[in-house]
């Protein structure tokens, strides 16, 4: 089995002034460059995630569940799972969805956090709750990360700084960070993805 090895590059410009006036620049920019990196190592794993998934499957829950929320979408993402004999332990959303999730309320104006969102922080149904911006607003991964995949370094991250195009004469460097790795993929059926608007529609009572 052979993978391909994804390169990952993020770059920005510096003055001279900067890399002159500042105590400590060195640390600042490879802090700075690496964050911008790292978002782009994570819009890149949930881009592989999204193309090798599970789609959603209300299953016996189909059209049985009264004012469907997104807490009823994920547990039965979960047990979807979990039929599959499969073991849940993350689930992937937009911090949005977490935001809209948390200030769910029941017919008194309570908050669902105290009752089915217990521990929402934490996670649902014991399973643990990762946001980044990378997910797509109103959809979700829920998956067994132990069976689904696995992330490879190929290369280390490296942060170096250099001239680039013109920076001489403009009184600049640039900076730039590379890494180069692979998310291996092993089995799509150990990550369920799905929309949580068609989802509810799919668990709602006729």
């Known amino acids: 089995v052979s993978f391909s090895i994804d390169k990952l590059a993020h770059r920005f410009s510096l003055s001279e002034e900067f890399l002159g006036d500042l105590p400590g620049a060195s640390q600042f920019i490879t802090s700075q460059i690496q964050g911008g990196l790292?978002?782009?190592?994570?819009?890149?794993?949930?881009?592989?995630?999204?193309?090798?998934?599970?789609?959603?499957?209300?299953?016996?829950?189909a059209l049985a569940i009264e004012s469907a929320n997104e807490f009823d979408v994920l547990m039965v993402a979960i047990n979807q799972l979990r039929l599959g004999n499969y073991n849940p332990d993350t689930i992937l959303l937009?911090?949005?969805?977490?935001?809209?999730?948390?200030?769910?309320?029941?017919?008194?104006?309570?908050?669902?956090?105290?009752?089915?969102g217990t521990?929402?922080?934490?996670?649902?149904?014991?399973?643990?709750?990762?946001?980044?911006?990378?997910v797509t607003s109103g959809t979700y991964h829920v998956m067994d990360t132990s069976?689904?995949?696995?992330?490879?370094?190929?290369?280390?991250?490296?942060?170096?700084?250099?001239?680039?195009?013109?920076?001489?004469?403009?009184?600049?460097?640039?900076?730039?960070?590379?890494?180069?790795?692979?998310?291996?993929?092993?089995?799509?059926k150990a990550c369920v993805t799905g929309t949580f608007s068609n989802n509810k529609a799919a668990l709602e009572t006729a």
């Open 38 to 61: 790292i978002e782009k190592m994570n819009a890149n794993i949930i881009t592989d995630v999204k193309a090798n998934d599970t789609d959603f499957a209300a299953g016996s829950f």
């Open 94 to 116: 937009n911090p949005d969805d977490f935001v809209k999730m948390s200030l769910l309320k029941d017919t008194t104006n309570t908050y669902l956090r105290g009752t089915t």
């Open 119 to 134: 521990n929402l922080v934490e996670n649902v149904q014991g399973v643990r709750i990762t946001q980044s911006p990378a």
């Open 147 to 188: 069976s689904y995949a696995r992330y490879y370094n190929r290369e280390s991250l490296t942060v170096q700084v250099g001239f680039d195009g013109n920076d001489f004469s403009s009184g600049k460097r640039t900076a730039i960070a590379v890494h180069r790795g692979t998310l291996a993929i092993f089995d799509v």
